[in-house]
């Protein structure tokens, strides 16, 4: 079991966001993914995730339990948002969430 599961074993947090943002075949930039609790249910819906977060452990797990048919959608980094470079117009969409 992913801690994704246990954290929204209902999958609410995901339900949330569905209702405010199409994913569906989104670019989407994901600030702050930490061990990826949302990382994967984005990921089956959108084209590319591009996920970051500063701690390294957390990023690490995120890599350890992103599902093997997600690799090719999602890249991860250890990266701070004060400091990583991002294109404009890179993206549809930018996830932040429990990020402060």
């Given amino acids: 079991m992913n801690r994704a599961s246990v954290l929204d074993p209902e999958g609410a947090h995901f339900a949330a966001l569905e209702r405010v943002a199409d994913f569906a075949d989104a670019r989407v930039l994901e600030v702050g993914c930490g061990d990826g609790r949302l990382t994967v249910p984005v ?7 591009f996920a970051f977060d500063p701690d390294e452990d957390a990023v ?4 350890e339990a992103l599902p093997a ?3 090719a959608t999602v890249a ?3 990266a701070s948002a004060k400091e990583i ?3 404009r117009s890179s993206f549809d969409i ?3 969430s429990w990020s402060l």
């Fill in 76 to 78: 991860f980094e250890v």
């Fill in 60 to 63: 690490g797990a995120a890599r």
């Fill in 69 to 71: 048919e997600l690799a």
């Fill in 94 to 96: 930018v996830l932040f």
């Fill in 85 to 87: 470079e991002i294109p």
């Fill in 43 to 49: 990921a089956h819906r959108a084209a590319s995730v």
